[in-house]
């Protein structure tokens, strides 16, 4: 008889998270989604409560957890400068303690186990685009360092369990992935400018806009998860998943203005501290390994992002 796949998604009420447990289910799979709710909320996942697959949990993975399943997706972790800079002690620990706490479990239980990792490993880069084998270039003390390093040590734990244990691991490096569900008062660029268009305030550049971003959107990203968790054991990451379509911020705010129709304008202020300059991902390991490439516009993007913003501000 073929069983039902059982698989955990730590985070799994935040943006990214409350998709992927959509699409785990729409796959036929049962799901344990573990938030905390720092970020996420129970109204991201409330369409999928009456789903008897599905299960919710409130856990802070810090700690650790005691569940069985087959398959873990480890995304428990603030993602916007705001949040993970609120409380940086513990935006560490979530990276490291949680990916402590994930590995032990999946090392019980002899699972695959998923981490959700970031551009921002590279921190800001000398080398463009992108590619998996560059070291990156973070400072290990700045405002952003909770975030940065938490991700990076996550990858060495990753890649530790796997040698020492033999555990079967996949790292994901996510580039800027935007769509509904994002925060609206996360601060992240895209839902700022759209919340702030869709209002009639000033859309905030941070410098001269001249920044870039490639931004995936998230059906796009999902797709990508889905796929890289059923690869053969061989294949552990690290891997690039964005979309390679760089744009400048000011395009981006120009775009958004355009598609809302909106009559904001632009003002300027100051570009925080350790701000990359550039980030493109280079996804051609994505595309031999998982036949994968975004397919959605970023216009196409963020009319529907749009839209989902137009009707929660609405309500
Ligand atoms: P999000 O803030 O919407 O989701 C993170 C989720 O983790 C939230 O639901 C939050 O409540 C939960 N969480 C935080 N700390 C926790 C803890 N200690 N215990 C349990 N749950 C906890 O952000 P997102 O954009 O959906 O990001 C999901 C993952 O993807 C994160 O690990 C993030 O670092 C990674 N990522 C996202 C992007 C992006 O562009 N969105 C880019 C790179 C990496
Ligand atoms: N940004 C901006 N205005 C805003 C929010 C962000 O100009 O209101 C810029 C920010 O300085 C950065 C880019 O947009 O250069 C992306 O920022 P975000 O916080 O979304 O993601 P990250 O810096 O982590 O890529």
Known sequence: MHEIRRVLVTGGAGFIGSHLCERLLQDGCEVICVDNFFTGTRRNVSHL?????????RHDVTFPLYVEVDEIFNLACPASPIHYQHDPVQTTKTGVHGAINMLGLAKRLNARIFQASTSEVYGDPTIHPQTEDYWGNVNPIGTRAC????????ETLFFDYHRQMNLSIKVARIFNTYGPRMHPNDGRVVSNFIVQALKGEPITLF?????????????????????????????????????PNEFTIRE??????????????????????????????????????????PTIQLRDGLAKTISYFDALLAE
Request: hydrophobic share 35%; charged share 25%.
């Open 207 to 243: 410098g001269d806009g001249s920044q870039t971003r490639s931004f995936c959107y998230i059906d796009d990203l999902v797709e990508g998860f889905v796929r890289l968790m059923q690869t053969e054991d061989a294949i552990t990451g690290p891997m690039n998943l964005g979309n």
């Open 147 to 154: 975030y940065d390093e938490g991700k990076r040590c996550a």
């Open 252 to 293: 981006l705010a120009e775009l958004v203005i355009e598609l809302t129709g909106s009559q904001s304008a632009l003002e300027m202020r100051p570009l925080p501290a350790d701000d990359p300059k550039q980030r493109q991902p280079n996804i051609d390991q994505a595309k031999s390994s998982l036949d994968w490439e």
């Open 49 to 57: 409560l009456d789903n008897h697959n599905f299960e919710l949990i």
